[in-house]
Each structure stands twice: as structure tokens, then as C-alpha cells.
């Protein structure tokens, strides 16, 4: 009896894509608050500017004045492109698998392990390329713009416009986070008061800490005096004795305002490890960012130019003979107010 491997069709292939599960994402799944995927190669987005106008005052019998007045930007943005590719030779649909009993007749088909392979790349793909967006977007709340750059793409910097002066860097040796009489809990008041006067801006709830920040912030002596129930008018819980160890955790809250740590790394293309959160660095952020993952049209005919956040597609190859599967995705990840993040490297 013969058995006929065939290419899966787009819609099992996309059913296929939605049953793998997704990587718990920090960036991704605290600032992301919408998804749109856009039926041209170009993400655009418009905003209106708000003013706190006050009413002119008249007399009764006056007539009314018309106060209303809108002022519109628009901004358009070009993703880059990805398509992760692997084969599916034929050789390994007949070899037993890792998770196969070696001890007992084999009770997979070659056809069941041709799509438990398939199965096996399809998350790697998705894994690849969300870990992709989650660098994206954390590119995009840290620092108010992303560089992308490879091996095929030219480097080129998606800037969106962040004010400057929500990038700081401390220099001073009474200001560095290092030493324990820093006026950490001043810095961050005057930071806060920034991003929430910030046009677009919004009023900071979380505070996310590197990795070499943790340690000095715990030691703080304005951060301390914030959990000593002894002074009045302090309203602090943070975590000072052993930690969990997982790469992102909770710290506690200081007001109101969560403390949050993430070291969560990524594998580069070229095979080096990176890490989202900068070491020496602090995130101050509001919901306000309005983070919106957008992906742009799939340039593929197969794809009929569809709207699309990842588009799988299977084909067979006849000498030699082989089945490729492939993903393509053009992802962003785009803050809408992007005056409602504040980073400082305190280190």
C-alpha cells in the first residue's frame, strides 16, 4: 500500500499555526492593546491633538463663540519582512523519532511523522517570529524607535518620534542608582511628572528594572524608607529577601506604581544571545502607549496580497525531491503615544 505525502493547503496550514501555542511575552503582553494588519506594505495612522481650552466668558445676551478646532498628524510606517524556511526531507518521515519507544514496533506511519515534523517546524516558525515582534515591541516602548538591520535588509531606523527628553542618562556621581544615597524616589517622581505632562503622555503605573538595577534599587535608602511603616505618608511593598528567579517577576508596588524586573533574552540570527531590558536601565510607563502590533500585506500571489499576520505555505520540490515549509510576516510594533514611556540608564 502505498502512502502519498501531499503539501497541506493555507487553511490547514493556518488551523495548524492557531493550535501552536505563543511564547508569554513580557513587552507583548503589557503593552500591546490591539492588533491590525493593514492590506498594503505600509502601516499608516493618524492622530488628533486635544487642548484644554477654557471657555471664553460672555454676557448672556452675547452670541456664542465656536471653540471647537481639531489639528490631525499622520504617520506612516514601512515593517520589514520575514520568512522563516525549512525543509521536510523525506528521509526523516522513516526515521524514528526522539519521542518514539525504540523497544516496541514503531505504531507511527511515515505520513503521521511527516506531520508531526510539520508540526515540530510550524512552532519554531511561530516561535521565531513572535520573539520577533516581542523584540519590536520592546524596541519600540524602551526606546521610542527600532533599528532594523540584516543580512538581506538594509539597516534603517523606524523612528516614532519620541521626545527627547524621555531618554535620560545619569552621570552624576551622587545621582547613579550604584549609590545607596541616590534620590531615586525624587528621580522617579520628576519622571513621572514628565511623561504625564508630555503631550500624548499619560500617568505612569509600572516601573520595570534591568537586570544589574535590581540590586542597588533594593538598597536604596529613599526606597527603603518607603516600606518603614514608622514614617507617615509611605505606602511600600517590595520584595527585598529571596526572589523567584524567573527571568520576569514582580517586585511589589510603591504607591500604587508596580515594580517589575524582566531579563528575558533572544537568540540572534547570527547566533549570539541578546536581552530585551536593558541591564542598566529603567522603564517607566503608562497604558497610555497604546502599543498596536501591525503587520503589512503579504507580498506573495498565493497570499492574494491578503491582510494577513502570518501567512504559512507548503510546496514540494522535485529533484531533489523535498516539501518546504515557510512562514512570511511583516511585523511592527507601533505606540501609538509613544510620550507615555520614559528610559533611564541609572548605572
Not at 6 to 32: A, H
Not at 136 to 157: C, F, N, S
Not at 194 to 203: L, P
Request: hydrophobic share 35%; aromatic share 8%; glycine share 6%.
Amino acid at each position: 500500500m502505498s502512502i502519498e505525502i501531499r503539501p497541506l493547503d493555507t487553511s490547514t496550514l493556518l488551523g495548524m499555526y492557531r493550535d501552536v501555542p505563543r511564547p508569554d511575552n513580557y513587552f507583548r503582553s503589557v503593552f500591546t492593546q490591539s492588533v491590525f494588519a493593514s492590506p498594503e506594505e505600509f502601516i499608516d495612522f493618524g492622530k488628533i491633538t486635544e487642548q484644554r481650552k477654557l471657555a471664553p466668558l460672555v454676557v448672556p445676551t452675547a452670541q456664542g463663540r465656536p471653540i471647537y478646532s481639531e489639528s490631525s498628524r499622520a504617520y506612516r510606517f514601512k515593517p520589514a519582512y520575514v520568512k522563516p524556511k525549512d525543509p521536510v526531507s523525506p528521509e526523516r518521515a522513516i526515521k524514528r523519532r526522539p519521542d518514539e519507544n525504540i523497544f516496541s514496533p514503531s505504531q507511527l506511519t511515515p505520513l503521521a511523522r511527516f506531520l508531526r515534523i510539520v508540526g515540530d517546524i510550524m512552532r519554531a516558525h511561530r516561535e521565531a517570529i513572535e520573539n520577533r515582534m516581542e523584540w519590536l515591541a520592546a524596541q519600540a516602548v524602551i526606546h521610542g524607535k527600532v533599528t532594523l538591520e540584516g543580512p538581506d535588509y538594509p539597516t534603517t531606523v523606524v523612528d516614532f518620534e519620541r521626545d527627547p527628553n524621555h531618554t535620560v542618562t545619569l552621570t552624576a556621581p551622587g545621582a547613579i542608582w550604584s549609590n545607596p544615597d541616590a534620590p531615586i524616589i525624587d528621580q522617579v517622581n520628576e519622571w513621572i511628572e514628565t511623561v504625564r505632562r508630555a503631550e500624548f503622555g499619560g500617568a505612569v503605573n509600572r516601573i520595570t528594572l534591568g537586570r544589574n538595577v535590581v540590586g542597588p534599587f533594593l538598597k536604596n535608602k529613599q526606597v527603603i524608607e518607603q516600606m518603614d511603616t514608622q514614617y507617615r505618608g509611605v505606602n511600600g511593598d517590595v520584595n527585598r529577601g529571596l526572589r523567584s528567579g524567573a527571568f520576569t517577576e514582580y517586585l511589589g508596588r510603591i504607591s500604587g506604581t508596580e515594580i517589575w524586573t524582566t531579563s528575558d533574552w533572544y537568540t540572534k540570527p547570527d547566533g549570539s544571545q541578546g536581552i530585551h531590558m536593558p541591564e542598566d536601565g529603567v522603564l517607566l510607563s503608562s497604558p497610555a502607549v497604546n502599543l498596536v502590533e501591525c503587520y503589512g500585506a503579504i507580498l506573495d500571489s498565493a497570499a492574494n496580497l491578503q491582510a494577513l499576520p502570518v501567512f504559512p505555505k507548503m510546496w514540494e520540490n522535485q529533484d531533489p525531491s523535498v516539501t518546504y515549509l515557510m512562514h512570511q510576516s511583516a511585523p511592527l510594533a507601533v505606540p501609538v503615544n509613544p510620550n507615555a514611556t520614559l528610559f533611564a540608564t541609572v548605572l
